[in-house]
Each structure stands twice: as structure tokens, then as C-alpha cells.
């Protein structure tokens, strides 16, 4: 549990495409990762040690400073048994805590149903982004999906319509089509509650840009906009204890270095612009942020970029996060790989259960379906 | 000219029989009778295809398309641009009966190839369609029919074209799974050629001898060493199939049923139609054509109107249709898709075998907020050719006062047939804004202004998510 009166908060960020891992922690001491990697490589006297083998990728410069201050967990070899080498498929498993069948339950959403199990708060969990992730999909479940914080809301595309007075006479108009209605069937009743309740989910997040001040300056690209979107909501203590966000594409099959490079450049430092922001608030004691790719990357490169693999590695950051690295980076020796890829040593659903036990205070069993070795993590 | 009655009509059988049609459309197609457009509708192969060797000049991409959006999007302008509505539109139906997703199969081009073929036999016999089925390349790598084989048999494939794909649960035993699959052991695929150098290959079908369990099969009450083509004549025999069918076709042409998992427990909601159905299946020898004959003409189905909800490819495209946005080949249909997908209703991508959830479960707030956005944003938008015609149409007809202004508006999208407590909003907003009037220049944008705002008002509505 946590140390704070705070209700406890998670921050998942997504790297959609399958993160090249053995580029983001780089086992530079290796003469395998060498021999299998003559193009795609990041070069030795570049990179940021952290022990005798394993060293950060120098785009994760602002990342090791947090490394350095205690503040993340790096967790090697996680993924799954019989490693698919689809992104949808992969994507399907870790969404759905389901690797045996195609699941249709979010665990995310699971943890929502629990965490508020009337549906009280509209805004208990905030995706970022356009469309749920089916992480987030489960029948009943209130979600607020997000993807402009600006402009979200009902009727906020109308073209034509400009000025707060003229918009919000539609919002009225749209709030009294949705009112009850008498004798208009049980269709009709469930898209009048959805709809005020996505008017209600409006209305609370609204409050948040508004009120929202910060010294922060965040980069022009799309994870920075998103985090500051997730520290303006968190800063507005709406309740909310679930984001959700994704950054990608890190599905580098061609021309994978200056891309690679691009993305952990764009995402370690809106990383660090969002926790500087939420101390600046105060408001970073009671954020964890897991970070996961569907899988890793092959070991030897195609030339230009790396294809499908397995093995990738997850992150937890946090100030009450317990530093370090967790579980074992997965051998490279020719023999130990499984068809050309790194063999997951720890299964994911265990590093979802760390959080959800310990973080947030709640059974993983039933949401993760099963019991799985966690990480101490806090 | 075509009485208000007749247009109403057509324009039902246009939203159910395809993506919705544009007024002028639907009176032309009233001045022909309606009969006689369900026997169009019957005949796509009367009507042109798309031009393909049109579309891929102007959207190469699109041939094979390599994978989301853009595969999406090639349905999506199929969708939107066909002269076959009801070729198109059974595509979706069968899409989301035999839902196939490229999670698992992972090769795009060969589902759009899927799509294809039932769009072929979209309106032939159910038997031929289900041995289509069984060769087709993608639905053997879904259900793991490569992976059956004789004395080693994998269930996958056999279980679902019971389960799902024909009769329903609880009308067959798991011995009569287990010998269907034995007979479709060695229906396979030719060994897949590697995706890396040259990229994605098709796949194709091949039936192995060798491989196949050529022994004694009982299967429901027939005894015979019966290959996989043996089985369908079985299935397609049993009355629970033509029942199972029936529901499929009510639920998606007619009215909303409970989810599909239920209906071993709950009955349809009008057992006189199914049963009308599946004296069309049995007399037809399990012709198709001839249920979508029946179900059309129907009363049954007539008076049906506004009883489902639309699905997300539905609400889409029939707006688009209506704001006459995306006619022909031009950039945006990967946004179009990724509607869908946001919507919740990702093409090609069903989130499991067992399909979407349909009716009701179309709506969750984030899809809701989606749809009502979405939709009001086109048919807002007084510069798309399509509200240009809505605008041009209501200052020909003299429309002024705002009740005949909001019944004008909501006869001229559908016409629509809205509750009483939405039409008394819709009348509220015209009576605080004016009606029309177009005796200068100032009138006259402030009527486009009123009309615009009061197409988006329809389209946010409840009554708008249903067809």
C-alpha cells in the first residue's frame, strides 16, 4: 500500500510496434549483441553504463538521471510463453491478461470496475488518446476518452459554430434530447444515461485546462501533449486513478536508428517534463507510470532495422518507486534464443499484479486471472 | 411523383438493404415501385462493379493492401461508392457472421481476399458459401484447420462451423464435432512462402489425400466415410441450421435480437418471421436470394423501421452517403476506417470469432461521443455537396415557419421518424433561432446557418443511432 493519504494513481504509457529493447538497455559488454548487430547498433562509447553489462541508450540521458535518483524500476525478460509475433495478437494478450484465447475483457478496465465499482465517477479512468484500447473495454465500465483536451466534449465539431455562448446553447439542447424520456424503450434509456454521462465526464474535465498552471515548458509532439494532458487531469483532483496513453510507432523494421532515436528522445523527455510538472504541484507521491511494448525485436538486424521478436522489458517510475533492476536480462548466446529471439523469463502478468496489489491495494488474481510472481516494487 | 408513404419505404429498404441513399435517389427509385427495386437489389451482377483498375490508379495503395488503415479503407470506399448495395452490405453481414480477424491470421490482403469472396457469394446457396468458406485460406489459419490432421485432429474449425457458423449450440454433440473435423482433416493451405524479403504472398488452399482421415464418420445420425463437402450437405440440411440463419439475417436486416450467445435460451423476439424464413430456406434448397426475397417483401420487415441500432460501419458510411463527401476515389477513407475502429467496430479486425456485440452494445460513452461528433460534424457542414442538395432542396420547397422547417429537415434526411421529445427540441431550437427565409442576402445565411445547425442537432440525437 502506499505511504500517502493520496488515493493511489497509475500513468500506463503503451509503446505501440514492439520497443527494440536490446537498443533502450543495451547489453554493451556483449560480444553477441556485437556479432548481431553490425548495422543496427548502437555504438559503445555512446551509451550510459549502468553496471558492468547493461547500459541505458543515450537518448534515455533524462531517464538514468531518474534511474540515478532511485525513482525506476527496470524489469528485464518479460512477455510470455509461445511469444506471438503478431503486434495485434501480442497486443490482444497483454490487453486482455488472455494468452490462450482471444479475450474480449480489458484488464485496465477490470481494475476501473473495482477501483469504483458503482460507475460513481465518470472520470475514475481517462484514456488519452483516440479510441479505447481494448485494455480499456468492458461492458459497464465508464471510460473518458480524451483525444484533444481542448476541445473534448459532445457537439465540439460543428463547423460554423464558434463562441462559448453559442456552442454551450447546443450543449443545452443536447443535454434535453438526452433527458429522460417516458415510454421510449430500453435502447432509448441506455444512450440517454451514456449521453449525460459523457455530458457529466465533459463537464468534470473541462474544469482541468482551465485551472491548470505550470513553469514546465513540454516538447511539440504527441506523447509530451499527452502527458501534460494526463498531469493537467491528475492536477485538477478530479479522482481520476487510472491514464491511459500510448507513443509510438516503434515498429522499426526499416531505417530503425534515426526513428528509434526520435521516439526515446520524444518520450524520455516528456517523461521527466511530467514528473518535474507534477512536483512542481506536488502532486508526483501518489503517480506510478508502467511503461510496456507488445514484444521485443529480433536479436540480429535486417540491415536497416530489426523485425519481430520476443522478450521485451518493462519500466515502473515513480518517487516511491523502489529503484533498480528487476528479474534477468535474457542471454543473447546463440543456444539460449528462441528462434532468433530473446526467451521471456518473466511473465507480464505478474508485473501487472505488482502494481495492482501493491499499488493500488487491490486482488490481482481475478483481474489478471491467476497468481503470478510480482516485483517489490514500492 | 411518389407519395410521402413510398418514399418512406424505400428509403428503409435503402438504410437496411445498403448504406442509405440520397433523396433523389430514393424517388427514383420510388417511381420504379419497390418490388421492383428489391429485384434490383437481388440482381447486383446487373448493376456495374466497382472499377478496380479506376481505384488503384488513383489509390495504388489499395491493391493488396498491406494492412490497417488502409485495408480498412479499401472496404470503407467500396462501402461508400458501390452500385451494389446489397452485395456490398451482405459482405458485412457475412464479415460479421464468419468474423475473422487479422489478430490471429496477420496477412491483411488475405481477409480483403475473404471479403471478396462473399461478395461473390453473397446471394448463391448457403452451401456453396460455406464450402467457400472452408477452403478459404484466411478462415483455415484462424480456426487452425492446417493444423488437423488425420489422427491428429485440431477441433477448431469443426466446433465453430457448428457453433457459429451454422446451427447453434445444443444441436449437435462434441462426438459429431470431433468426426466434422476428422473429415475436414487435410484441408489445409499450400506451405505460406516467407513474408521477408519480398513481402506478403497469398496463401491458397490445398487439399491433401494424404493427410485426410478417410475412415468410417458418424455425424449427426448419418454414418458414412464422409469428407469436409459431405458434413456441409449434412449441416445444411438440418432444420436448426435454416433456424440459426434466419436469426442472423432478423438481426441484422430487420430487428435487433438479444446477443447471439443467448439464443439457445432466448426465443426470437418474432418466431412467426423466422419461421416465414426458413420455409424460404427450405423451398430454395437453401437459396439466399430467395430469403432476402422474402424478408424485403415482408411485412414483417417493413414495418420494421428504427428498431436496430446502427453499427459503427453503418453510422459512417450512411452519413457520408448523405453529406456526399467521399464520392470516388480521393484522400481521407484510412480516417473513415479509423471511425469505425474508434467507433468500436475495427473492419477485418472483429475482436474474436465470436464477433462484435451488436444492437444496444454498439454504445459506450467514448464510442457514443465518437458517433455524435462525427455525424454532426458532416451533416453540420452547410459547404458538403450533399447538404448543399439538403439546403437547395428546403429553399425550393418554400419551407418558412420553424415546425414546417424541422419537419421539412427531418423528412428530407431520412425521412426520419423522431420521438416526440426530440422533435419538441429540434422545434424549440427552430422557434429561438427562426425559420427560413431567403429574401436577401442576410436571410439567406442565416437560413443556411439555422439549417446546418439543425441538421447537426438531428444527427447528435438518439433517434439518429438507429436505422
Redesign the interface.
Known amino acids: 500500500m502506499t505511504a500517502t493519504k493520496k488515493d493511489p494513481v497509475v500513468v500506463i504509457l503503451q509503446l505501440t510496434g514492439a520497443n527494440d529493447i536490446l537498443n533502450t538497455i543495451i547489453p554493451y559488454t556483449n560480444g553477441h549483441y556485437y556479432d548481431n548487430r553490425p548495422k543496427v547498433v548502437i555504438p559503445q562509447d555512446t551509451v550510459l553504463p549502468i553496471d558492468d553489462t547493461l547500459a541505458f541508450n543515450p537518448q534515455l540521458a533524462p531517464l538514468k538521471n531518474m534511474y540515478d535518483d532511485g525513482n525506476m524500476a527496470i524489469i528485464h525478460g518479460i512477455g510470455f510463453e509461445n511469444s506471438p509475433r503478431?503486434h495485434?495478437?501480442a497486443m490482444?494478450i497483454w490487453h486482455t491478461c488472455e494468452p490462450e484465447?482471444?479475450?474480449?475483457e480489458g484488464w485496465v478496465a477490470k481494475v476501473v470496475r473495482d477501483l469504483d465499482p458503482q460507475g460513481e465517477n465518470?472520470v475514475k479512468c481517462v484514456?488519452i488518446g483516440?479510441?479505447?484500447p481494448?485494455a480499456l473495454a468492458l461492458?459497464g465500465v465508464?471510460?473518458?476518452?480524451v483525444s484533444n483536451l481542448e476541445t473534448y466534449?459532445?457537439?465540439?465539431?460543428?463547423?460554423?459554430?464558434s463562441g462559448e455562448e453559442e456552442r454551450n446553447r447546443?450543449l443545452d439542447?443536447?443535454a434535453?434530447?438526452?433527458?429522460p424520456?417516458i415510454g421510449?424503450g430500453?435502447?432509448?434509456d441506455?444512450?440517454?444515461q451514456?449521453?449525460r454521462?459523457?455530458l457529466k465526464?465533459?463537464d468534470i474535465i473541462k474544469s482541468a485546462p482551465a485551472n491548470y498552471t505550470s513553469t514546465i515548458e513540454y516538447a511539440d509532439n504527441p506523447i509530451a501533449k499527452s502527458l501534460r494532458d494526463v498531469a493537467r487531469v491528475h492536477t485538477a483532483n478530479l479522482g481520476t486513478q487510472i491514464f491511459y496513453t500510448a507513443h509510438g510507432p516503434f515498429d522499426t523494421h526499416f531505417n530503425q536508428p534515426p526513428m528509434h532515436t526520435r521516439l526515446w528522445g520524444e518520450v524520455s523527455g516528456a517523461i521527466t517534463d511530467f514528473f518535474d510538472d507534477l512536483r512542481e504541484h506536488d502532486a508526483s507521491d501518489n503517480v506510478v507510470m508502467m511503461i510496456f511494448t507488445e514484444f521485443g525485436r529480433r536479436v540480429r538486424d535486417?540491415g536497416t532495422g530489426t523485425?519481430h521478436g520476443a522478450g521485451g522489458g518493462a519500466f515502473i517510475i515513480g518517487d516511491m518507486v523502489k529503484g533498480g533492476m528487476y528479474g534477468t536480462y535474457p542471454s543473447l548466446a546463440p543456444e539460449d534464443l528462441n528462434q532468433g529471439d530473446l526467451d521471456p523469463n518473466y511473465d507480464f502478468r505478474g508485473f501487472y499484479s505488482s502494481v495492482v496489489d501493491q499499488w493500488l491495494g487491490l486482488d490481482p488474481v481475478p483481474i489478471v486471472g491467476g497468481k503470478f510472481e510480482q516485483i517489490q516494487f514500492v | 411523383m411518389s407519395g410521402k408513404e413510398d418514399i418512406a419505404l424505400i428509403s428503409h429498404l435503402m438504410r437496411r438493404a445498403g448504406f442509405g441513399a440520397s433523396r433523389q435517389e430514393l424517388e427514383e427509385r420510388a417511381a420504379k415501385g419497390y418490388e421492383a427495386t428489391v429485384e434490383e437489389l437481388l440482381h447486383p451482377e446487373e448493376q456495374p462493379a466497382i472499377d478496380d483498375d479506376m481505384l488503384y490508379r488513383y489509390l495504388p495503395g489499395y491493391e493488396g493492401a498491406l494492412g490497417p488503415p488502409i485495408n480498412q479503407a479499401e472496404w470503407v470506399y467500396r462501402m461508400v461508392n458501390t452500385q451494389r448495395p446489397l452485395e456490398e452490405k451482405l459482405a458485412l453481414f457475412w464479415h460479421q457472421l464468419f468474423a475473422t480477424g487479422n489478430s490471429k491470421v496477420d496477412n491483411p490482403p488475405e481477409i480483403t481476399q475473404q471479403i471478396a469472396m462473399f461478395r461473390r457469394q453473397a446471394l448463391g446457396s448457403f452451401r456453396d458459401l460455406l464450402v467457400e468458406l472452408a477452403k478459404n485460406p484466411a478462415m483455415i489459419w484462424w480456426l487452425d484447420n492446417n493444423g488437423n490432421h488425420n489422427g491428429a485432429i485440431n477441433e477448431n474449425w469443426g466446433r465453430e462451423l457448428l457453433e457459429l457458423f451454422s446451427m447453434g449450440v445444443g444441436n449437435y454433440s462434441e462426438d459429431d464435432i470431433k468426426d466434422a473435423s476428422r473429415a475436414f482433416t487435410g484441408w489445409t493451405i499450400e506451405p505460406k512462402i516467407p513474408r521477408n524479403p519480398l513481402g506478403r504472398f497469398y496463401w491458397n488452399f490445398e487439399y491433401r489425400p494424404e493427410d485426410h482421415d478417410d475412415g468410417e464418420k458418424n455425424f449427426l445420425g448419418h454414418s458414412g466415410r464422409f469428407n469436409g463437402e459431405d458434413i456441409i450437405d449434412i449441416v445444411v440440411k438440418q432444420p436448426a441450421t435454416a433456424k440459426f440463419l434466419a436469426r442472423h439475417l432478423y438481426n441484422f436486416f430487420v430487428a435487433d435480437e438479444p446477443q447471439v450467445p443467448s439464443w439457445n435460451i432466448n426465443p426470437p423476439n418474432d418466431p412467426d418471421a423466422i419461421d416465414q424464413l426458413v420455409a424460404a430456406y427450405d423451398e430454395s434448397d437453401g437459396s439466399l436470394q430467395a430469403m432476402m426475397r422474402l424478408l424485403f417483401n415482408s411485412d414483417f420487415f417493413k414495418n420494421a423501421r428504427f428498431a436496430r441500432v446502427k453499427s459503427p460501419a453503418e453510422l459512417v458510411v450512411s452519413t457520408v452517403r448523405l453529406a456526399g463527401s467521399y464520392q470516388g476515389p480521393r484522400p481521407g477513407f484510412n480516417m473513415l476506417a479509423m471511425e469505425c475502429n474508434w467507433q468500436g467496430q475495427e473492419l477485418l479486425n472483429p475482436p474474436s470469432v465470436e464477433s462484435w456485440h451488436t444492437g444496444g452494445e454498439w454504445i459506450d460513452g467514448g464510442a457514443l461521443v465518437r458517433r455524435v461528433n462525427f455525424a454532426a460534424g458532416l451533416l453540420g457542414d452547410t459547404s458538403l455537396p450533399g447538404v448543399k442538395t439538403i439546403i437547395a432542396k428546403l429553399r425550393e420547397s418554400g419551407v418558412s415557419a420553424p415546425e414546417e422547417f424541422v419537419d421539412a429537415c427531418l423528412d428530407i434526411v431520412g425521412p426520419l421518424e423522431f420521438s416526440e421529445s426530440t422533435r419538441s427540441e429540434l422545434l424549440d431550437q427552430a422557434n429561438e433561432d427562426g425559420g427560413l427565409n431567403w429574401d436577401s442576402e442576410e436571410n439567406s445565411e442565416k437560413s443556411e446557418r439555422n439549417i446546418g445547425v439543425m441538421l447537426a442537432l438531428i444527427a447528435a440525437s438518439r433517434d439518429f443511432q438507429f436505422a
Open positions: 503478431s495485434f495478437r490482444d484465447i482471444v479475450g474480449t465518470v484514456n483516440q479510441g479505447l481494448r461492458r465508464p471510460i473518458t476518452s466534449g459532445v457537439m465540439s465539431s460543428v463547423p460554423g459554430i447546443l439542447r443536447f434535453r434530447m438526452y433527458a424520456a421510449t430500453a435502447t432509448m441506455f444512450l440517454g451514456t449521453g454521462d459523457a465526464g465533459a535486417n523485425d
